[in-house]
């Protein structure tokens, strides 16, 4: 089983800036895809950042520019830098580890960790 534990959320002005963690731990295998999703209240989940075992990042439209996802394998950490935040960012942030076993293994998530962005 493979845990993800998110930190680094809260309450920040338009215009400020967070940094998101998430540490995986448990029976990881090899380098798994990664990212970050946020869900706002009554809205659906959105994939935001991606980074693949290569290094290869994918950004949501509205994110290009501000955020920025970035990986550190001997940690088995993935990093989520935000910056000039606006209020429509504000949401629960999960990240995920997968899909694992190279596309054939499951997809874990953590339990999210809650960013605030007040106008």
């Known amino acids: 089983q493979v845990q993800l534990v998110e ?3 809260g309450l920040v002005q338009a215009g ?3 940094r998101l963690s998430c540490a ?3 029976s990881i ?4 895809p990664m990212g970050w999703s946020r869900q706002a209240p009554g809205k659906q989940r959105n994939l935001v950042a991606t980074i693949t075992s290569a290094g290869n990042t994918n950004y949501l439209d509205s994110v290009k520019g501000r955020f920025t996802i970035s990986r550190d ?3 088995n950490t993935v990093y989520l830098q935000m910056n000039s935040l ?6 629960v942030y999960y990240c995920k580890m997968g899909p694992t076993l ?3 293994g499951p997809t874990y998530w953590g339990q999210g960790t809650q960013v605030t962005v007040s106008s």
């Open 7 to 9: 930190s680094g959320g």
């Open 16 to 18: 400020g800036s967070l």
């Open 24 to 26: 995986a731990s448990g």
């Open 29 to 32: 295998k090899g380098i798994n």
């Open 73 to 75: 394998n001997v940690k």
């Open 86 to 91: 606006k209020p429509e960012d504000t949401g």
């Open 102 to 104: 190279g596309g054939l």
